[in-house]
């Protein structure tokens, strides 16, 4: 069966400092990954998805990035985090068949907190 | 462009309350549409979903049916309990590699 894993599960960074979140899938091949991002209090924004390795999409520009440097691992960065970077990350992952639906499963999320 | 719009929370009810959430969306084409729910400091959990019209999912004694004529997917439960108290999200799929999500309702179910 398949399982996402996100880590760390928490971390508290100062503003200024960089960051790497990373997220990675088990039990599938090529899968579409996705990371979102959950304000306190908030739905879901989506930040970046990528269809294959290398291949990158942002959804909303900031100081945030994303790399796919393996099929099944999917990495997010910060050259300098900001007060507002601040939220609860979650990875996701789909595999689109002929007749799917793209149904996204998530992983656990990792909750930053930017001080 | 594509939208979800729940009805706002809290969502309070006692437990073996019936439950409905509010759940219509806007969209070009035919989506397919979903129910996530977030347990308290866990990510999110597909609870059901329906890829066409008139087509009810249903998990865990929740279901919903995908009106097309009205644009809703309105999530039901018979009978809470209280280990139902958690955030959900009502969502659209349209193709094109991303999920449209509402703002999320929290529910809290009181024993």
């Known amino acids: 069966s398949q399982t996402i894993h996100q880590w760390p599960a928490t971390l508290v960074q100062p503003v200024g400092s960089p960051l790497s979140l990373e997220c990675t899938v088990e039990?599938?091949?090529?899968?579409?990954l996705y990371w979102y991002r959950q304000a306190a209090g908030r739905g879901l924004q989506l930040l970046f998805y990528?269809?294959?390795?290398?291949?990158i999409s942002s959804e909303v520009p900031q100081n945030l990035s994303a790399s796919r440097p393996q099929d099944r691992q999917f990495i997010l960065s910060s050259k300098k985090l900001l007060l507002s970077d601040s939220g609860f990350y979650l990875c996701?992952?789909?595999?689109?068949?002929?007749?799917?639906?793209?149904?996204?499963?998530f992983g656990p999320g990792t909750r930053l907190t930017v001080l | 462009g594509d939208s979800v719009t729940q009805m706002e929370g809290p969502v309070t009810l006692s437990e073996e309350a019936f439950l409905t959430i509010n759940c219509t969306y806007t969209?070009?084409?035919?989506?397919?549409l979903f129910w996530y729910v977030q347990y308290p400091g866990e990510g999110l959990q597909l609870l059901l979903k329906?890829?066409?019209?008139?087509d009810k999912g249903s998990n865990k004694g929740f279901e919903a049916t995908y009106r097309k004529e009205t644009t809703s997917f309105h999530l039901e439960k018979g009978s809470v309990q209280v280990s139902d108290s958690a955030v959900y999200f009502c969502?659209?799929?349209?193709?094109?590699?991303?999920?449209?999500f509402g703002s999320g309702t929290r529910l809290q179910v009181q024993p």
């Open positions: 996701a992952w789909s595999v689109l068949g002929y007749w799917a639906s793209d149904t996204q499963y």
């Open positions: 039990g599938t091949s090529n899968p579409n």
């Open positions: 990528s269809v294959g390795i290398g291949q």
């Open positions: 969209a070009t084409g035919y989506p397919s």
């Open positions: 329906a890829t066409k019209a008139d």
């Open positions: 969502a659209l799929d349209t193709g094109r590699r991303a999920l449209t």
